[in-house]
Antibody, heavy 121, light 112 residues
Framework: QVHLVESGGRVVQPGGSLRLSCAAS????????MHWVRRAPGKGLEWVAF????????QYGDSVKGRFTLSRDNSKSTLYLQMNSLRAEDSAVYYC??????????????WGRGTTVTVSS | DIVMTQSPLSLPVTPGEPASISCRSS???????????LDWYLQKPGQSPQLLVY???NRASGVPDRFSGSGSGTDFTLKISRVEAEDVGIYYC?????????FGPGTQVDIK
């Protein structure tokens, strides 16, 4: 069964850094593109970033571009999100999500349960 | 960036009755491969989001056939033929044609 388990969320001060991880199982991780999506308290879903199956193409949302970096280790079936210069508005539940088995489509067919990031002094 | 809008933003529904949510994009989502890069997600209370419909009209695995997606270009619709109590939650449309990918604001569906 396909599983995605996020970790790394915690309380961090404004301006701080954090690295989220997403451990995948039940599928050949290196064959699939992966996303991060977040939902801030009282807000809707916001797409954060996407990484191609081989890591050669990365896309970011406007609000995180230049501050967040997406990477993956296919040998460990793990996705990472390095978050720098954190702001209060980055506080959210962060979900990792799996893309389909094709390089040309980007819908998210499996989601993790999420990890909570709180940016506060 | 492509802007997504949804209507209504709140939808009280009666079990057994149909329901419909509209989604519009500021730019055509029709790819030159013939697919519309528009997907629908549902986030039920206390749960992670789940994929309902992908590429405009394809129901995701395990999604009941009372859900259907239609539309092309800039106008899309998600229909529930007969609402059930378990369908409550927030429904989002999302475009994945041009990064940054963008969600609609969400439609809150509750039972009357």
């Amino acid at each position: 069964q396909v599983h995605l388990v996020e970790s790394g969320g915690r309380v961090v001060q404004p301006g701080g850094s954090l690295r989220l991880s997403c451990a995948a199982s039940g599928f050949t991780f290196g064959d699939f593109g992966m996303h991060w999506v977040r939902r801030a308290p009282g807000k809707g879903l916001e797409w954060v970033a996407f990484i191609r199956y081989d890591g050669t193409n990365k896309q970011y949302g406007d609000s995180v571009k230049g501050r967040f970096t997406l990477s993956r280790d296919n040998s460990k079936s793990t996705l990472y999100l390095q978050m720098n210069s954190l702001r209060a508005e980055d506080s959210a539940v962060y979900y990792c999500a799996k893309g389909p088995f094709t390089d040309a489509q980007y819908y998210m067919d499996v989601w993790g349960r999420g990890t909570t990031v709180t940016v506060s002094s | 960036d492509i802007v997504m809008t949804q209507s209504p933003l709140s939808l009280p529904v009666t079990p057994g009755e149909p329901a419909s949510i509209s989604c519009r994009s500021s730019h055509s989502l029709l790819h030159n491969n013939g697919y519309n890069f528009l997907d629908w997600y549902l986030q039920k209370p206390g749960q992670s989001p789940q994929l309902l419909v992908y590429l405009g009209s394809n129901r995701a695995s395990g999604v009941p056939d009372r859900f259907s997606g239609s539309g092309s270009g800039t106008d899309f619709t998600l229909k529930i033929s007969r609402v059930e109590a378990e369908d409550v939650g927030i429904y989002y449309c999302m475009q994945t044609l041009h990064p940054p990918f963008t969600f609609g604001p969400g439609t809150q569906v509750d039972i009357k």
